[in-house]
C-alpha cells in the first residue's frame, strides 16, 4: 500500500473532521443530526457504498444500522466475513430531508469525501448497493441494477482502479422476500473477488483531485482542539 496504516487511519480522521463540519449544501447542513461519514475497517480490501443515509444513520452517525444493517451483516456472516473486515459508506454524507433522493449538486459537492476514503482505504473491491449508488459509480444513469447486478467490472472511480461489484441493495430483500436468495447468490461470489489480485493503479496525473478545497469546509472549534478517537470515526 502507498501509505503505511497508522498514517493512513489519522488522515481518515482528517477528512473526517472536514466532512463533520462540512457546509457544502446549506440544506443537508441545516437539517442533520450528524454527518455519518462511514464506519468499518480502515484496510479494508472490500468497501460497501450506499445511497445516503436515513433516520436511524442520521441520528447514530453510523451507516447500516436498521434493519438493512442487520441483513448486511448476516449476508457477511454467511460468506465468512462480518462488519469489521469490510468499510461501509455513503455516497452522501448528510441525510437528504425526508428521504428524498440525493440532488445532482449534492452528489458533486460531497464525492470529494468519497474519493479519499477510497485513496486511503484501498479497497480492492467496491459494492454498490442498489440502483443510485451503482448508477453514480458507473457514471451511466441509464443502465440499472437489475440488469447489472452480480457482474463485477474493472472501473477507475475517482482516485482507485478496482472491481465494481453492483449488488441489489439489502433493503430490497425486507420488501421482496424473494430477493433474498438473489442477494446470496451475489454475495457467494465476494470470496472469489477479493482473492484476485488488485487492478493496475492510474498513473498520479491520471486520477482525479481528491483532497477538498481548503474554503469548501469550515473546521468546527472542537475539531480543533481535539482529534476524534476511533470509535468516533467507527474505524476498526
Given at each position: 500500500?502507498?501509505?503505511?496504516?497508522?498514517?493512513?487511519r489519522?488522515?481518515?480522521k482528517?477528512v473526517?473532521e472536514?466532512?463533520?463540519?462540512c457546509?457544502?449544501?446549506p440544506?443537508?447542513a441545516?437539517?442533520r443530526?450528524?454527518?455519518?461519514f462511514?464506519?468499518?475497517?480502515?484496510?479494508?480490501?472490500l468497501?460497501?457504498?450506499?445511497?445516503?443515509p436515513?433516520?436511524r444513520?442520521?441520528e447514530?452517525?453510523?451507516?447500516?444500522v436498521?434493519?438493512?444493517?442487520r441483513?448486511?451483516?448476516?449476508?457477511?456472516?454467511?460468506?465468512?466475513?462480518?462488519?469489521?473486515?469490510?468499510?461501509?459508506?455513503?455516497?452522501?454524507?448528510c441525510?437528504?430531508?425526508?428521504?428524498?433522493?440525493?440532488?445532482p449538486q449534492?452528489?458533486?459537492?460531497?464525492?470529494d469525501?468519497l474519493?479519499?476514503?477510497?485513496?486511503?482505504?484501498?479497497?480492492?473491491?467496491?459494492?454498490?448497493?442498489?440502483n443510485?449508488?451503482t448508477?453514480?459509480l458507473?457514471?451511466d444513469?441509464?443502465?440499472?441494477?437489475t440488469r447489472?447486478?452480480g457482474r463485477?467490472?474493472?472501473?477507475?472511480?475517482?482516485?482507485?482502479?478496482?472491481?465494481?461489484y453492483p449488488?441489489?441493495?439489502?433493503?430490497?430483500?425486507?420488501y421482496?422476500?424473494?430477493?433474498?436468495?438473489t442477494?446470496?447468490a451475489d454475495?457467494?461470489?465476494l470470496?472469489?473477488?477479493l482473492?484476485?489480485e488488485?487492478?493496475?493503479?492510474?498513473?498520479?496525473?491520471?486520477a482525479?483531485?481528491?483532497v477538498?478545497?481548503?474554503?469548501?469546509v469550515?473546521?468546527?472549534?472542537?475539531?480543533?482542539?481535539?482529534?476524534?478517537?476511533?470509535?468516533?470515526?467507527g474505524?476498526?
Amino acid at each position: 500500500m502507498g501509505v503505511p496504516a497508522v498514517q493512513r487511519r489519522d488522515e481518515l480522521k482528517t477528512v473526517w473532521e472536514q466532512a463533520s463540519a462540512c457546509t457544502r449544501c446549506p440544506q443537508l447542513a441545516a437539517t442533520r443530526q450528524s454527518v455519518v461519514f462511514g464506519s468499518g475497517h480502515a484496510d479494508a480490501d472490500l468497501m460497501f457504498v450506499g445511497e445516503a443515509p436515513g433516520a436511524r444513520e442520521d441520528e447514530q452517525g453510523v451507516p447500516f444500522v436498521g434493519q438493512a444493517g442487520r441483513l448486511l451483516d448476516q449476508l457477511l456472516g454467511e460468506i465468512g466475513l462480518e462488519r469489521g473486515d469490510v468499510f461501509v459508506v455513503n455516497t452522501l454524507k448528510c441525510r437528504p430531508p425526508g428521504n428524498r433522493d440525493p440532488l445532482p449538486q449534492e452528489i458533486d459537492n460531497c464525492q470529494d469525501y468519497l474519493f479519499r476514503q477510497l485513496e486511503l482505504i484501498e479497497p480492492k473491491v467496491i459494492c454498490s448497493l442498489g440502483n443510485f449508488a451503482t448508477k453514480l459509480l458507473r457514471g451511466d444513469p441509464a443502465t440499472g441494477i437489475t440488469r447489472l447486478h452480480g457482474r463485477e467490472e474493472v472501473r477507475t472511480i475517482g482516485p482507485r482502479t478496482l472491481r465494481l461489484y453492483p449488488i441489489f441493495h439489502p433493503a430490497a430483500a425486507l420488501y421482496t422476500p424473494s430477493m433474498l436468495e438473489t442477494l446470496r447468490a451475489d454475495f457467494s461470489r465476494l470470496p472469489d473477488l477479493l482473492a484476485l489480485e488488485a487492478p493496475p493503479q492510474p498513473e498520479p496525473e491520471e486520477a482525479e483531485p481528491v483532497v477538498p478545497e481548503p474554503e469548501a469546509v469550515v473546521a468546527a472549534p472542537e475539531a480543533r482542539d481535539e482529534p476524534p478517537d476511533d470509535s468516533q470515526l467507527g474505524l476498526f
